[in-house]
Structures are given as C-alpha cells and as structure tokens.
C-alpha cells in the first residue's frame, strides 16, 4: 500500500510541474517559463489544473501521514525509520 501511495503522489507531482510549466497566477508577476507559448484559453485550463493538482497533493501527503500514524499508533509499527534508513527489521514466527 506504502508504494502505491508514493506512486500516486509522484504522478501527481509531475503532473503539477508539467501544468505549472504553462500556468499564470495573477497575469503580472507569476507565470510558467512556457504560459506565453500557448493561447490564454489553455493558460487558464492548465492553471485551474494546476491549483486542482495541489489540492490533490495536499490530499495525499494527509492519506499519507495518517497510514504513518495508524501504523505508528494501532499496530505499533515504527515505519518513519525505515523510510529514512532504507532499512526495516522484522519479526519472523517460527512455528514448530
């Protein structure tokens, strides 16, 4: 589950960089290295894409911590080490 979810949250990811590439913010300021390659009308489909997909970020990043917290908390389950580390103990029951 822990892989799915940093998938999604990598595709979403790139999504928002390849629609911020084209997205304006205010029309003075703030606007993507490539907003003034294309028409307006696509400039502001891509930035209300573009505010959707951090929505979906911040939506995910939450999913994300609470897993961490319920592993954390109910399954007493320490998973913040091993996604730092690369390295995870494991308790093996040996049934005889």
Known sequence: ????????IML???FQVTTGLFSEDDGLFSSG?????VADGTVRQLTKLHHIGAKAIMILVGLHVAAMVFYQVWKRENLI???LTGFKWVRRNIDS
Do not use: D, R, W, Y
């Open 1 to 8: 589950m822990g892989v799915l979810s940093v998938i999604s």
């Open 12 to 14: 979403v990811l790139t």
């Open 33 to 37: 290295p490539l907003a003034s390659e």
């Open 81 to 83: 080490a091993p996604m």
